[in-house]
């Protein structure tokens, strides 16, 4: 039996094509002209953000009730990236540190908007800061959530 | 402008981008590239790695055998399945065997090695009871048959994987290459 | 409630960082064998087995198709698993369905994992939703590092808290000759590790770890005739939540309800469960970082909310105390993950054995509660007794 043990490397580089679906659609679509939108069931009138086609709690069709939502928000919680990790949608490590936080925008009350804020450092952030989303240049914008840059301290 | 519609593997490859601006009242789909990259290593462990071992050094096949139900597995496994047993028994099966299927394949895939078309072709060696499944190569399709003889041909350089075997090729009725 | 059950076989592995010296099938096989020699049956005693892991973990997609011989599966029924952190507990619940359900009477339970494969929190990453998630997430190490913030402002609770809470899983740990991190810890050793996301620390996380578990769950007819004092699975509950943090969990603006509190009542009023604190002797709360064990206590009802941090700070948590929280050394000493939920349930069972050697409560085990807890909040939680 020899000593030597086998390691093999084996990399895995796969493509998906992957459905947003009309409501998901619709958000993103949304993001490239510059408005959040989230839908509004017709039975708990709870939003959800992003928009879905069914309510998870009362299991009904969302329907058409479109909400648009306001670029300003209050932080209601936070994280501080600081360790890098391999990202597999990238293909290479994640850029370190950054912040992202649970955003609730005006008008959107019990949904929160997960995204990067641009401080990162840990003592200018906290609960209940006031934030507002930068969006790229409009030619930038290709429908995706990184369509806003990240959300700037407002107060 | 129209959604492409895939023609082939390589255009499911390619970003559909949303074609409209947006609408609220037309909800048409919008369909996204999701790309997955994972570097992966695997430790085959000791069994496998003498296998691969033996391919790469001494250009020899090995099979391993079952001490309870006595059947020798090429490639060898770790547990024979059928007794639920750990398996240490290595054999000899020399590099010759017989081909027991081969078939085909006419389309190429970025995965592949070689382009199609290739022949792939499940081989008994001797003293072993399973199948090996490899390339086939140095043959005349329409001259294969079932039973026919076959040896393993090696890679010049060998990385200790299974491909460094590069192919079987029919065995001469003298018992030398065609 | 259909067939009663119980678990008559335990096998681990001694779970460690790297095992370059086998291959995933033979470490299945040397938990299985292990559980198959301490209930003294043969594989073909066994009538189904269930298998759990995280093919993405390991880069096999049917990762159980990988796995037949060494686990015993040939020829035999059985079912793969994969519902996250809570998969080792879902495999048991598993195979405890098909037992109760009186169509199978010996089933064998097997999780494993070898995370030496590839780096976990990046597969991890891809659980969440692609489009508005993925991007942002820092894979599970980000909701623990929201739980803490949170409970550090709402109870006083301060960071030598969920230090100490890592001490004493260090000491345990190093009393359970499986456990992968046997450290011997300080406070300020834990407080001195590097930031992953604040206040979470490297030190406050679970390991990556290779290894794999197994139990044999049998009817009472079997069970009664094992070769061991059978330890009963007397209930389980298991609740879910939404799939993405956007849309629930423990950072939703204004959380009403939470799974684990859902399934714990239950499972509670069901089984005549007044106060947890008094009614289990043993629990193995699937705990993945030092900052859930405070707001999970008091979910489980195990204490007052706001309570948690002090019962710590006083330590009855120990192995000699009144509550022990995972005697084993926990999730955060040793986490393969298809198998930690299983693990959770095999330590539980060696507690109402007397079988848990150094790590045994000093107290009188005769009831436990075993949880397995997946990234999307999910809980799965059993209820063992010694006693039908």
Excluded at chain 1, 89 to 100: A, H, K, S
Excluded at chain 3, 88 to 111: M, Y
Aim: hydrophobic letters at 40%.
């Amino acid at each position: 039996m020899s000593a030597e043990l086998l390691e093999i490397i084996i990399p895995l580089d796969l493509r998906y094509k992957y459905s947003a679906g009309p409501h998901l659609g619709a958000f993103l679509r949304a993001l490239k002209v510059g408005k959040i939108i989230a839908n509004r069931c017709p039975g708990c009138r709870r939003l959800q953000l992003p928009p879905t086609p069914v309510c998870g709690r009362c299991h009904i069709g969302m329907g058409q009730d479109w909400v648009e939502l306001s670029h300003q928000g209050t932080v209601i919680s936070y994280s501080f990236v600081v360790d890098p990790i391999f990202d597999p949608g990238l293909g290479d490590m994640r850029p370190v540190p950054y912040t992202i936080a649970a955003i609730v925008l005006d008008g959107g009350p019990d949904v929160a908007f997960f995204h990067k804020l641009q401080e990162n450092d840990p003592s200018k952030v906290k609960e209940g800061m006031r934030v507002e989303a930068v969006f790229k240049p409009l030619q930038e914008r290709a429908g995706t959530i990184e369509d806003i840059i990240h959300f700037r301290t407002i107060g | 402008m129209p959604n492409k519609k895939p023609s082939n593997y390589a255009d499911m490859f390619h970003l559909i981008s949303p074609s409209k601006p947006f609408n609220v009242s037309s909800l048409d789909p919008y369909v996204a590239e999701i790309r997955l990259v994972m570097p992966y290593r695997y430790f085959p462990g000791p069994t496998a790695t003498r296998f691969f071992v033996e391919l790469r050094d001494n250009q020899r096949i090995l099979g391993i055998k079952c001490r309870t139900c006595g059947i020798v597995y090429v490639p060898p496994e770790t547990i024979c399945g059928r007794c639920f047993e750990k398996l240490h028994e290595w054999v000899e099966v020399g590099n010759q065997g017989v081909l027991q299927t081969y078939t085909t394949s006419h389309y190429t895939l970025p995965i592949h090695r070689n382009q199609a078309p290739r022949i792939y072709g499940i081989v008994k060696l001797d003293g072993a009871d399973t199948g090996f499944l490899h390339h086939l190569g140095e043959v005349d399709v329409e001259a294969l048959h079932i039973g026919m003889r076959m040896e393993a041909v090696f890679m010049e350089e060998r990385a200790g994987n299974v491909l460094d075997i590069k192919y079987f090729r029919p065995v001469s009725s003298s018992g030398s290459p065609l | 409630m259909g067939e009663r059950v119980a678990i008559i076989g335990i096998g681990q592995t001694d779970h460690r960082y790297l095992r370059s010296d086998i291959n995933h099938e033979e470490m299945i096989y040397e938990a299985v064998r292990k559980a198959l020699e301490d209930a003294d049956l043969t594989i073909r005693d066994i009538d189904t087995i269930i298998i759990d892991n995280m093919d993405l973990f390991e880069g096999h997609y049917l990762s159980d198709a990988m796995s037949v011989d060494g686990a015993g599966m040939y020829l035999k029924p059985g079912l793969k698993m994969n519902t996250g952190g809570t998969s080792g507990g879902t495999a048991v619940v598993t195979g405890w369905h098909h037992i109760a359900s009186g169509l199978f009477e010996t089933a064998l339970v097997i999780g494993w994992e070898k995370q030496d494969a590839a780096p976990s929190i990046s597969a991890l990453v891809t659980a969440r939703e692609p489009l508005y998630d993925r991007g942002m997430g820092a894979g599970a190490v980000g909701i623990f590092a929201t739980m803490g913030l949170k409970y550090m402002r709402e109870y006083g609770c301060r960071e030598e808290h969920a230090a100490l809470a890592r001490v004493i899983m260090a000491d345990n740990a190093r009393r359970n000759p499986h456990a992968h991190l046997k450290l011997d810890l300080t406070i300020e050793d834990v407080l001195k590790s590097r930031v992953l996301v604040w206040p979470v620390r490297l030190l406050h996380m679970s390991p990556t770890s290779c290894g794999a578990a197994a139990l044999i769950l049998s009817n009472e007819n079997k069970s009664r005739r094992a070769a061991k004092p059978p330890v009963w699975i007397k209930d389980i509950e298991t609740a879910h939540r939404e799939q993405s943090v956007w849309r629930g969990g423990c950072v939703e603006p204004n959380p009403k309800v939470t799974a684990i509190e859902v399934a714990a009542s239950k499972l509670y009023r069901r089984n005549n469960i007044t106060k947890p604190s008094r009614d289990i002797d043993v629990w193995e709360l699937y705990t993945p970082s030092s900052w859930a064990l405070f707001p999970w206590m008091e979910l489980f009802s195990i204490c007052e909310k706001g309570e948690a941090w002090r019962l710590v700070e006083k330590e009855v948590i120990r192995i000699e105390g009144e509550i022990p929280i995972e005697p084993s050394g926990g999730v955060v000493s040793t986490n393969p993950i298809g198998a930690s939920g299983l693990i959770r349930v095999a330590e539980a069972a060696l507690q109402l054995r007397g079988e848990a050697g150094e790590r045994q409560v000093t107290k009188k085990a005769e009831t436990a509660i075993a949880t397995a807890w997946g990234a999307c909040h999910w809980i799965v939680i059993l209820y063992l007794s010694k006693h039908l």
